[in-house]
């Protein structure tokens, strides 16, 4: 009764290999869709690796996912067979609780269900999108508009809600207002892109020299500064309004809110270790640091529609699922501009 095709792990060596595996049919309230790309995410690695301690294996990553309706329940509203889809971070919530009625699913106080490694409400695993086809309750399914390329499409679902999301929430948004961005990666290279479409100053923040030209001539940041030189540092302290800390490594806080003005906003999208800092960074600059997840259904909806407005992709490398076990590693070593895409379609065609 194996109706899916797919890669999963085994066990923490994170070795991804061919699995079949069974899709429920879907439900009165459901949308099967063939999978034509999924994005590759950090989370693939953490997971797959058993970095968190609570892997299911067999674990079949990805939740970056975009695709074709193929079928849809009775009680299904918004889609139709052929809509272009995507599928992000989660596939379920209670629906009922305060985050939810205001469409915060990621907040969800009384059980999200996150799109693989995670307890369904049936009792089983959920799967992820490095797999043929998926089905999902159509509340968690976002249209595609016509015309917006499926491969950039799917890396939107979490690299680029995770930096929109608290853009807007925090009023990044701002012509004319200076936006700080750490790490030049999957999420650090869309909120440059989002900060440019908002008409913001961006400055590109890395430890690596070598991001200069591609921040600046491919991205169009505006300034550079490489964190590991004093003087660079010294020279922006107190010029900016925001940063966006994209870094996941652990690093040092103190330097970089020295660069906020007073009542300056840093958000932390990444997931150092720990946080240290001195209150002396904040209070005698009142300012601010916050912490922002990925975004809800509301939020994934209209950061899609923005982008297919401005004309807004990410930059992308397609691979195919046999190549992917190559790429998680490459991405460990943050060698990829700036996002892995697997031509699904193509893999298991």
Known sequence: MENCQGWAARDPSGVLSPYKFNRREPRNDDVSLKISHAGVCYADVHWTRNSFGDSKYPLVPGHEIVGVVTEVGCDVARFKVGDHVGVGVYVDSCRDCEYCDVRREIYCQKGLVTTFNSLDKDGTITKGGYSSHIVVHERYCHKIPDGYPMEKAAPMLCAGLTVYTPMIKHNMNQPGKSLGVIGLGGLGHMAVKF??????????????????????????????????????????????????????????????????KVDGLMVLVGFPSEIKISPIQLNFGSRCIAGSATGGTKDTEEMIDFCAKNKIYPDVEIIKIDYINEALDRLTKNDVRYRFVIDIEKSFS
């Open 195 to 260: 900060g440019k479409a908002f008409c913001l100053k961006v400055t590109v923040i890395s430890t690596s020299e070598s991001k200069r030209e591609e921040a600046i001539s491919l991205l169009g940041a505006d300034k550079f500064i490489l964190s590991k030189d004093s003087d660079q540092m010294s020279s922006a302290v107190k010029s900016l309004d925001f940063i966006i800390d994209t870094a996941s490594g652990d690093h040092q806080f103190d330097p970089y809110l020295s660069l906020l």
